[in-house]
């Protein structure tokens, strides 16, 4: 199945092995940066990323309610491997008007996503793309009632608006290059925007 209410399949076929064997070169990338899984409640605990394209800052305003977006150095380390898979798909497959942040995510063999919404102003911006490098079918999102395993070389739009929830059952670690954008293939005008800020921001810094 290519497509439910809460997944579609927008690419196939891309080669990501480049960006795998980059990475497994550089495994110190991993370590960099660690607040995505580090904050008090965070549903990415089992998680490690790296940020070719992140927030102006990693605190709690700028990463929920900026919608800017800034290569980081990372993006130069990577671009020969980066830029010929995401290129083609955000300038011709998805003609993206708008570029948010860039990561990429492993999740551990064993470890899960807890479910969760993205919120915020910066996460009712922008639509969200998985690009998948490595994963079995043991390694899946869920999102509402849909769950769905995407396999390497393929790029998916999910709604990251609705509860979702990741587990990687299988024995390899599971890397997905996560891409935020803006198109009028998945518009997020029709999504409703988050209604609490305050009780937001609370439960990211983990205040009662
Ligand atoms: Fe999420």
């Known amino acids: 199945m290519t497509r439910t209410a809460r997944f579609e399949r927008v690419a196939v076929g891309l080669d990501v092995e480049p960006i795998r064997a980059r990475l497994e070169a550089m495994p110190h990338l991993w370590d ?11 549903a990415h605990k089992d998680t490690q990323c790296i940020y070719p ?16 977006a800034y290569d980081y150095p990372v993006m130069d380390t990577l671009a020969d491997v980066l830029v010929p898979v995401l290129r083609p798909l955000l300038a011709g497959v998805l003609q993206v008007e708008e570029l948010g942040r860039v990561l990429i995510v492993k999740l551990k063999p064993g470890g899960v ?4 919404i ?18 079995t079918d ?19 739009w999910f709604d990251h608006k ?27 005008r029709k999504v409703p925007v988050s209604d609490n800020v305050a009780t937001t921001v609370a439960s990211i810094v983990g205040n009662p």
Request: proline share 6%; net charge negative; no cysteine.
């Open 53 to 68: 394209r992140g927030p102006y800052k990693f605190t709690p305003y700028y990463y929920m309610f900026d919608k800017g």
């Open 32 to 42: 960099e940066i660690t607040a995505r899984q580090e904050y008090t409640g965070s």
């Open 118 to 135: 993205d919120e915020g102003t910066y996460a009712d911006h922008y639509a969200r793309f998985h690009v998948a490098v490595t994963g």
């Open 138 to 156: 043991k390694a899946t999102l869920t999102a509402g009632p849909n769950t769905q395993h995407f396999a390497p070389g393929e790029a998916w």
């Open 113 to 116: 996503v807890t479910p969760h």
């Open 162 to 188: 609705v509860t979702h929830s990741a587990r990687n059952d299988g024995d390899t670690d599971r890397i997905h290059i996560i891409i935020d954008a803006v198109t009028a293939r998945f518009p997020m």
